[in-house]
């Protein structure tokens, strides 16, 4: 069973600038996270969606962050326009219906480096 | 919301048993994760209690007290390669469910 994709897998932007990261999840999975992991922290969840619609957003920096999920599948998250303190692991999850007690499944995540 | 606390660092020795400890408060708890992360990887799940009680799996084990607000993660016959950072993480909500992540544990295996 393919886990769940994440590119790129580095990126190094100079502060202002835009970056978009992209997921993949695992098929079927229908829920699907971004978190924001700073070095030495846990994970810190942005965004989670079900399907196509947005269940819970409430951490995310809306005046810089956006998400979509195109479709129920695919999902993008984007910074516009970064800031140092962005530099962190962004880390894509999925889970097959977000019900109580279901896994996250986790993939490799983008280190983003705001210089 | 939910408030997770667990020690940031811990070592033990090589085929030796670890204790990790995780305490949490939150409304509308709904069940403890345990996750591993190696440097530079992703967290893989390791267990899930919603009951009070233990859960062994293996060499690892997890532990609930609801009624405590408290978790721990044992690990026995340490191996160089359990060298990682060890993530506690409480569900909660109704319908829809949000996980909250520790700051985690890294706990170093020394011969």
């Known amino acids: 069973e393919a886990g769940v994709a994440q590119s790129p897998r580095y990126k190094i932007i100079e502060k202002r600038q835009s970056v978009a990261f992209w997921c993949n999840p695992i098929?079927?999975?229908?829920?699907l996270y971004w978190y924001q992991q700073i070095l030495g922290q846990g994970p810190k969840l942005l965004i989670q969606?079900?399907?196509?619609?947005?269940?819970?957003d409430s951490q995310l920096p809306k005046d810089r962050f956006s998400a979509e999920r195109l479709k129920g599948v695919d999902s993008t998250l984007k910074i516009q326009p970064a800031k140092l303190e962005d530099s962190a692991v962004y880390l894509c999850?999925?889970?097959?219906?977000?019900?109580?007690?279901?896994?996250?499944?986790f993939g490799s995540g983008t280190q983003l480096s705001v210089l | 919301g939910q408030n997770i606390d667990q020690p940031t660092e811990m070592t033990a020795t090589e085929g030796a048993i670890v204790q990790i400890n995780c305490t949490y408060q939150?409304?509308?708890?709904?069940?403890l994760f345990w996750y591993q992360q190696h440097a530079g990887e992703a967290p893989t799940f390791l267990s899930y209690?919603?009951?009070?009680g233990l859960e062994e799996k293996g060499r690892f084990s997890s532990f609930l007290s609801r009624s405590k607000g408290y978790s721990y993660l044992l690990l026995k016959e340490l191996q160089m390669k359990d060298s990682a950072s060890y993530l506690c993480?409480?569900?909660?909500?109704?319908?829809?469910?949000?996980?909250?992540f520790g700051k985690g544990t890294k706990l170093s295996v020394i011969p």
């Open positions: 209690n919603v009951l009070d």
């Open positions: 939150t409304s509308g708890f709904n069940g």
């Open positions: 098929s079927g999975h229908a829920t």
């Open positions: 993480a409480g569900l909660s909500g109704a319908g829809s469910y949000q996980l909250t």
């Open positions: 999850a999925s889970s097959l219906e977000g019900l109580e007690g279901e896994k996250l499944f």
């Open positions: 969606f079900q399907n196509n619609g947005v269940v819970d």
